[in-house]
């Protein structure tokens, strides 16, 4: 008999007793499904991070020079952290002294922030991301601006309190008004709006446009740092190669000014989107380790289930299994359709189990940010363990039924 | 003189049961010569059923020799057996024992897949064997779709379409009614006549066995009587 008339043999089989058949795939379905629908999330989530999350949060070719590390995998611990604080701050003449460092071509900003309440009259928005900054800072980020214009290098200078603000905040006060020319109270503060930057849309559900942007020298310095002092440096080289050396003369410029001599550590650090991307593999080695155990359990139990539903088959058809053998069967043609039937039983199920994990990622796709990746080796694998489970859990009751003697299978009932 | 198709020497066959040994066949010496019609009768427990098991190659014996179509089958291996049952032998069984779920035409070609034939040559013949027992138009009915006397004719068509030695008939009527039962018995007639097909035939209905020219009676696990009807 041929493989694909087995297989034919087989899905009447299924067809002919359908709950059945459904019931004992549900293993396989369930651990496949789990296997696709894992896989296919967290290499959406791969994607978002790498082209999405960490260039809309970081900027490619951007570095940060910090106090302390933005991104953290895991608890430091209270040493490390008690280190942390006694780092001294940075201030404004570091920046200065950066910018000098750097050729004209690099882009560097300050930018300090810090969570404050906006009012418009008797409207309180919620806290918003206020921050006080440089005016590279746009070129750095990249925002268009949608309405207005951003500030100029004299308005830092004057300390003006004029403010550019994102379409979240534009649209909780000034629903259906120009928000350009209004005034806003932020943190107390009256600052006249004289810009919208464009959507910037979310990640992870987080809106990136509820933010207020005014120069580092503006009264909101009083909430964001005072006394000269800011939360990072940020620098964009014009190129990739660059970067390193740009981080190099960077690293280079602080430690002068800080005076350490070459045994001491930095006490300053460099944030890169390299440094989130880590972040997440670590994560998504974590999910990736996880994977396996999960659909291990799901295929296991799913296998000893196929194995059952075998079992009762071969003791339900076994005059059948004596008609066949009376016919010219020989063992290995009755193991063979056993195996078959079991095989294409699981990876039936394996395949309603693809189908849907990747409808479940789908699903995950359309109510949240993230996108869903299809990775066409996890489709590959889940067929493969398809087929395997069946076989392997059909070895014992295909070979029961291969050794029945033809005269007692002839008489059963 | 012709060879024998069936030669069997002191076959012998004993059961364990409960402890005892049953001596279900106690050497049976027995020769069948192509183109015999042949009944093999005898009352329960005589071992009739016991020889009808061995000559079908569905059984080894314990003792004694065993000649099919030449081939000492009595010394071969399981899936030499099924190479035997599948070439020399057309089993016809009381109970029909067609699939359920396959049509009368797969039915028929069950063995021809077990031979290894291909799809269009197994269709052809199986359509051949149907027509031959007058069944060429419920080739696509299922066996509950078919009264016991059409079930009966499906599997001597799925008996004759590998044009095996012998046919194997183990009470072929014993679930029809008589009318039906004659019906049957005339195919099986014919056969013989026509094709000079070998039948061996196990019954205990002496009705049934008078259709045969050759009665051989088992009594107690040895062979009591064999005789030629006068033609």
Known sequence: ??????????????????????????????????????????????????????????????????????????????????????????????????????????????????????????????????????????????????????????????????????????????????????????????????????????????????????????????????????????????????????MDRVEGVMRSRHHLRPEEDDDFHLDTQEDVLSFWSKIANVLYTALPLLVGVSLVVGGIVIMNIMLMAVAERTREIGVRKSLGARRRDILAQFLVESATLSTTGAVL????????????????????????????????????????????????????????ALRAE | MSEPVIRTVGLTRDYPMGGEIVRALRGVDLEILPNEYVAIMGPSGSGKSTLMNLIGCLDTPTAGQYWLAGLEVSRMTDDELARVRNRQIGFVF?????????????????????????????????????????????MEHRPAELSGGQRQRVAIARALVTEPSIILADEPTGNLDSSTSEEIMKIFEELHRSRGQTIVMVTHESDIARHAARVVTLHDGVISSDRLKAA
């Open chain 1, 1 to 246: 008999m041929s493989l694909l008339e087995a297989i034919r043999l087989a899905f009447g089989m299924i067809r002919a007793q359908k709950l059945k058949s459904f019931f004992s795939t549900i293993g396989a379905f369930i651990g496949v499904m789990f296997l696709i629908a894992v896989v296919s999330i967290v290499k959406g989530m791969d994607k978002y991070v790498q082209e999405d999350f960490a260039a809309k949060i970081f900027g490619i070719n951007t570095f940060t020079v910090s106090r302390r590390p933005g991104v953290q995998f895991g608890d430091p611990g209270d040493a490390v952290r008690r280190a942390w604080r006694r780092r001294p701050q940075l201030y404004e003449d570091d920046f200065h002294a950066i910018r000098a460092a750097l050729p004209s071509d690099y882009l560097v900003a300050i930018e300090s922030s810090n969570q404050a309440e906006g009012v418009v009259g008797t409207k309180h928005s919620d806290y918003i991301q206020v921050s006080g900054v440089s005016e590279d800072l746009f070129k750095i980020r990249d925002y268009q601006i949608a309405d207005g214009r951003i500030f100029t290098p004299e308005e830092i200078n004057h300390s003006a309190n004029v403010v550019v603000i994102g379409t979240d905040v534009a649209d909780s006060f000034f629903t259906g008004e120009e928000p350009v020319g209004k005034t806003i109270r932020i943190a107390g503060f009256p600052y006249t709006v004289i810009g919208v930057v464009e959507k910037q849309g979310n990640v992870f559900g987080f809106s990136l446009d509820r933010f207020a942007i005014a120069p580092y020298t503006s009264e909101i310095k009083k909430v964001v740092n005072p006394h000269k002092v800011v939360d990072g440096i940020i620098v964009k080289s014009p190129n990739d190669p660059m970067m390193h050396a740009a």
């Open chain 2, 94 to 138: 009381q109970t029909f024992n067609l699939l359920p779920r396959a049509s009368a035409l797969h039915n028929v070609e069950l063995p021809l897949v077990y031979a290894g034939l291909p799809a269009r040559e197994r269709h052809q013949k199986a359509e051949q064997a149907l027509a031959s027992v007058g069944l060429g138009d419920r």
């Open chain 1, 353 to 408: 189990g693809i189908l849907s994990g990747l409808g479940l990622a789908r699903l995950v796709q359309a109510i949240s940010p993230l996108p869903m990746g299809v990775s066409p080796m996890s489709i590959l694998l889940g067929i493969v363990l398809g087929i395997g489970v069946g076989v392997i859990s059909g070895v014992y009751p295909a070979s029961r039924a291969a050794r029945l003697d033809p005269v007692t």
